[in-house]
């Protein structure tokens, strides 16, 4: 697809296919242009495959606005659990019910489990042991039947709201193309905003793109820096995007904080492997991790630094090397129109 331009005026047609692997990084501050830099990009992949499963996570419900969610093919889908839990109803996202389906395997269902809850390191390792024993169908019946108390007594706070109303119900997915807005969860609680998008993530990637065995899919997480420090989401994130290279899965990151995502050694990880990294527009306070990261220069640095929005560099790794240019995407007039907060600069015909 057409992307941009480079700093000499080439065009830029970007194919994701060439490169080592599927995953896409944008990074820029507040205003850099690395929302409009996504919608461009998901809006050009649709147009190109309309065919293709959409999931986006947005912790800000920047995506699920009507006219934005329209121009990418998505349905929007506004989460809110505490009128699920008015209404007597649940999300239906039980980690347990998603092993006992095969949706998430026994190191990932007592990873989460272990990371959500208060529980010490020895009674982490008995939590893959029973949930290996235990024949449950529920968590809530995974609950009842364990015989350690303490364990036991901490695992109940699964049967109080906001968790309650996670785990029960069920999840109906029936659409191919979906943006979830997360933004009234993110309200509730840092937790719960991680506890939904991890089982979101992965539930709808085996729905939506493993179950079909299709080849082309997207999922893409905006606001990234908001799970830096919970290594169990990144871990599920770096798992789907890894079991998803065989299907076509173009994974892609946003994020505003660069410096709160190389904190996390998964992060950091996702940050150093992505085949594709857009850097946009970033202050002093980000040089240091950049230049550690991606090896820019001073004076690479002092570019982004004063670049306008969707000015920056295009960072590739593919077989024949690693390449990595001057950039400024270019959305058209109609993208402008669609999503525009501010003005962007140029424009495309």
Do not use: C
Not at 7 to 14: A, D, K, L, S
């Amino acid at each position: 697809m057409f992307l941009g331009v480079s700093g000499t005026g080439n065009r830029i047609v970007y194919n994701p296919y060439k490169k080592v692997n599927y995953n896409i990084v944008i990074l820029g501050e507040s205003g850099s242009g690395k929302s409009m830099t996504n919608k461009v990009l998901q809006r050009r992949y649709y147009k190109l495959h309309p065919e293709w499963p959409l999931i986006g996570l947005d912790p800000e419900n920047e995506y699920v606005k009507p006219q934005v969610a329209r121009a990418l093919g998505a349905i929007p889908v506004e989460i809110d659990l505490k009128e699920l839990e008015a209404s007597g109803e649940g999300l239906g996202l039980d980690p347990v019910k998603m092993y006992r389906e095969e949706i998430l395997d026994i190191d990932e269902v007592s990873s989460l489990i272990s990371s959500f809850y208060p529980l010490k390191a020895e009674e982490s390792l008995q939590i893959r042991k029973y949930i290996y024993t235990y024949e449950a169908d529920t968590i809530y019946d995974f609950i009842e039947r364990i015989p350690d108390k303490n364990i036991k007594e901490i695992l109940e706070l699964a049967k109080v709201p906001p968790d309650r109303t996670v785990f029960s119900g069920e999840f109906d997915l029936s659409i191919n193309r979906v943006i979830f807005g997360l933004r009234k969860i993110g309200a509730m609680s840092k937790r719960t905003m991680d506890l939904v998008s991890a089982l979101l993530s992965v539930y709808a990637y085996d729905k939506l793109i493993a179950q079909h065995s299709k080849t082309g899919g997207i999922i893409f997480v905006d606001e990234a820096w908001r799970f830096s420090d919970n290594e169990i989401v990144l871990t599920l994130f770096e798992n789907i995007a890894r079991r998803g290279r065989k299907y076509g899965l173009i994974f892609t990151y946003i994020s505003q904080r660069v410096n709160d995502l190389a904190t996390s050694q998964k992060g950091r990880t996702i940050l150093e492997q992505s085949a594709t990294t857009i850097l946009l527009h970033h202050d002093d306070s980000s040089k240091q991790t950049l230049q550690d990261i991606y090896k820019l220069s001073d004076w690479e640095f002092e570019y982004i630094k004063k670049a306008n929005p969707g000015e920056g560099f295009l960072r590739m790794k593919t077989v024949s090397g690693n390449y990595k240019l001057m950039i400024h995407v270019l959305p058209t007039k109609e993208e402008m129109q669609l999503f525009s907060t501010s003005p962007i600069g140029a424009v495309s015909e």
